[in-house]
Nanobody
Framework: QVQLVESGGGLVQAGGSLRLSCAASGRTCSTCAMGWFRQAPGKEREFVARIKGSTGSSYYEDSVKGRFTISRDNAKNTMYLQMNRLKPEDTAVYYC???????????????????WGQGTQVTVSS
């Protein structure tokens, strides 16, 4: 099992930036995918971005392409999400997630991830 702890959330004005971190501990897997999801009040949890450990390839939800950047430092067991040009519609609780084994394909569905953090609130004011 992997323990995931997010940090870096907060309140920011539209157009601003935040950097989320996700620290992993336990039975971490450097070749496995890690991802970010978010959930706004009254909405389902949705995919934001993911990065594969084996290739470092990244994949983004359309609305965040060009604004968000996902990265990971396997030596530090930490994943990041740099969020620029934030919009009020980005307001949500952001969760990091990790798969326990290698996955093929997009790896963008919540069911493809095994371990989850507790979430960090991001609020973007207009």
């Amino acid at each position: 099992q992997v323990q995931l702890v997010e940090s870096g959330g907060g309140l920011v004005q539209a157009g601003g930036s935040l950097r989320l971190s996700c620290a992993a501990s336990g039975r971490t897997c450097s070749t496995c995918a890690m991802g970010w999801f978010r959930q706004a009040p009254g909405k389902e949890r949705e995919f934001v971005a993911r990065i594969k450990g084996s290739t470092g390839s990244s994949y983004y939800e359309d609305s965040v392409k060009g604004r968000f950047t996902i990265s990971r430092d396997n030596a530090k067991n930490t994943m990041y999400l740099q969020m620029n040009r934030l919009k009020p519609e980005d307001t949500a609780v952001y969760y990091c997630a990790a798969a326990r084994s290698f996955r093929l394909g997009l790896v963008a569905a919540p069911a493809e991830y095994d371990d989850w953090g507790q979430g960090t609130q991001v609020t973007v004011s207009s």
